[in-house]
């Protein structure tokens, strides 16, 4: 089935030990299952069989609304209680559960000795990083947890619902925070990375964290939010300590020698081509080398 509704891997979320995700996944597999039976169907133009199924959709969201039952349709979303930085309150993403799933299997498989997590910027190096990655961690039983849109607080639910459980990372490298920058404040998307970091630290007590920077976006230095990402930057610098905490601020590497970020190495103004991916794995290269040794 397309969109991974009726992704084989969800069956593991069926008998998940976490009510929150087995509410998720049976409603997963409830629109699934309704979509596969509908492919089968031989309708005479592709758009007739997307209508149909739309309005399937809505009619099995309306009726499992109706009986009360436990899933997607009725399913409330963990709301941070009032006054609470909701940068640090832990939440999943209804969107990504599957792609959650892949991330807890690999965690399962054991065998990382170098992970990296965050948001797209992170899980673009399974796209536009690809070839850097291969070059320069494909011989480091290296694992990139990223998932596109996350923020502070979805990372810290995956890591509150086993996406890290029995890993023993040699170093962790991660880099997030971008995606809050809409609507926090520097200093509560400061205290979320923390809380990320504390966690890590709690899973993987023996590993080194290597914290990076938030990366600059914004075409021009004197967009708002650069002034925003310099702040939380300031203040995560302060989680260092040199020995299991190592921080990193290499954005300027990205930028021209004006504070300009230009599309030749981030068409977006956010996230890294093969250029920009190139650009962080050299940034990256000492602290990579002092735990796994020189690249051979």
């Excluded at 087995?22 to 039976?37: A, S």
């Excluded at 065998?111 to 070839?131: E, H, M, P, R």
Aim: glycine share 10%.
């Amino acid at each position: 089935m397309k969109d991974g509704f009726c992704d084989p891997r969800l069956l593991w979320g069926v008998r998940h030990p976490q009510p929150t995700i087995r509410k998720i996944v049976v409603q997963y597999l409830r629109f699934g299952f309704l979509g596969w039976i509908l492919e089968l169907i031989p309708f005479p133009m592709p758009s007739l069989r997307t209508s149909v199924l739309t309005i399937a959709a809505v009619c099995l969201s309306l009726g499992v609304r109706a009986r009360g039952q436990d899933d997607i349709a009725n399913y409330k979303m963990p709301v941070p209680p009032p006054g609470t930085n909701p940068a640090v309150y832990a939440a999943p993403r209804l969107d990504w559960i599957v792609r959650f799933q892949h991330n807890v299997e690999r965690a399962r498989q054991g065998n990382v000795d170098l992970l990296f997590d965050g948001d797209s910027i992170t899980d673009g190096w399974q796209g536009a990083g690809k070839d850097v990655w291969a070059a320069n961690y494909g011989k480091l039983n290296a694992a990139d947890f990223g998932i596109g849109g996350d923020r502070t607080e979805h990372v810290l639910w995956r890591l509150e619902h086993g996406q890290a459980a029995g890993l023993h990372p040699k170093l962790i490298a991660l880099m997030i925070g971008t995606n809050n920058t809409g609507g926090l404040t520097d200093v509560q998307i400061a205290e979320g990375i923390t809380a990320d970091v504390r966690a890590y630290q709690k899973i993987c007590p023996d590993a080194i964290i290597l914290l990076q920077a938030v990366f600059p976006r914004a075409e021009k230095p004197t967009d708002p939010v650069r002034a925003k990402i310099k702040g939380i930057n300031t203040a995560i610098a302060k989680l260092a300590d040199g020995k299991k905490v190592i921080y990193m601020d290499f954005g300027d590497k990205f930028l021209q020698p004006d504070g300009t970020l230009t599309k030749d190495i981030m068409p977006d103004f956010l996230h890294p081509n093969a250029k920009g991916y190139q650009i962080w794995a050299d940034a990256i290269r000492p602290e990579i080398e002092k735990v796994f040794g020189p690249a051979k």
